[in-house]
């Protein structure tokens, strides 16, 4: 690994002294060492180092795990309601992260006691889900997907297998068959929407998931079902048929990207270290082992934008101003050298902040689920697939240029076909 410490791309500082100094988040590190540039950005600018966003826009970013627990722990200093953003006039209309950022009448972005309210309903609607029959769900799922390439000997797991079980899981869960036109069809437009590739149009497919979900909840109005869609318009709290689409969307979203990424993280890490060896004999540690530190050292959402402070505050020995956007620093965080002065000893321990902490953290459920996601869909594949290897060197497989996901371009494998 080449040491990135003295070459960090800085930036000349937006105006504010603040942010003098300022390093651009983004860049070639993100894709191959994000975790060495977290430790060069942690020497030279402390727990909460001033970042340059996409087009320079000035924020911080918090690397410290005590420092993003604290913000996550304070929303009454630092909310989740980006409309108090002292940038807004700098942003231009076709800004990249304005999907991310800009304010959505959904549960990401309210606050207070309608927060509670709309997050209680997801979190009971979501408790509703049978784990059992998830992971026979999700098995099912992985059989036909499996089946699919089985044949050939090879596949690219990454969008043949990971992004595909959670995506059919997470449909299924809200009521949705996972076959059928109408599902193919949102599945592809929710791809679209959350990763768009070269000649997509993210935001004609976005509108037609809006349409979708809509015609859902009419469904499950009229005819209620034992799924999430029909808990959260059934819950006492009254929610409008607009609020329930605006927060199954986010649901459905949120319960995509993240676990696909662990899926596809965990396998490679199983497929290229030792310790797992899963193509020799077994290997040591297990799968379960494997997931979770996955979460410690290669988490999913490695930085997740964020928070907004309320008012004037100190964070880290830094004066936070009003309206200042903080980016949690969640990878970052998992490995601060406070809470591992020596090294790397947290597989298995869960106190990482991959599903960040706090009053807007990943609803308590949505994690559990997500575990019998992702540990069935790597079980099952290693189950059918046996002498499944990488049909490339390590070195070769690439990560995402994304600073918020941490994900591979592909997987590609290899193995002996299974002829039915
Ligand atoms: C079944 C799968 C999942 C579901 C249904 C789900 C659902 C959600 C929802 C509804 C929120 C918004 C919470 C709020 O604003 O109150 C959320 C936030 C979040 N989720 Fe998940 N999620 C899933 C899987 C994951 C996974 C696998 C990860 C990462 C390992 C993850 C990490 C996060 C993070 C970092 C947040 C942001 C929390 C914050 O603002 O502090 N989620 N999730």
Redesign the pocket.
Known sequence: MTDTGSRLPHAPGPGCPAHAGAVRLGGLEYQQTPAQLYRTLRREHGAVAPVLLDGDIPAWLVLGYAEVAYV?GHDELFA?DSRRWNQWENIPADWPLLPFVGYQPS??F?EGEE?RR??GV?TEA?EGVDQFQLSRDCRQLADRLIASFAGSGRAELMSMYAHAL?MR??VQ?CGMPHTGEATVQLVEDLRISLDAAEGDDPVAAYTRVGERIRQLVEEKRERPGPDVTSRMLLHPAGLTDEEVVQ?LI???A??QQ??A??ICNTLRLLLTDERFAVSVSGGRLSVGEALNEV?WLE???QN?IG?WAVRDTQLGGRLIRAGDCLV?G?AAANTDPQIWPDSFAGAESSAH???????????YP??L??DV??RTAVETLLERLPDLVLAVEPEQLTWRPSVWMRGLHSLPVEFTPVVR
Do not use: K, Y
Request: hydrophobic fraction near 50%.
């Open positions: 996550t989740r549960v990401l309210t927060h709309r997050a997801i979501l959670p899981a997470a869960m927060d986010s649901v459905i949120a319960a993240p676990t990424n662990w979460l988490t999913p959402t997740f928070r949690l969640l902040l991959s599903f960040s902490s706090g009053e807007h953290r990943c609803p949505a994690p689920l997500a996601i992702a």
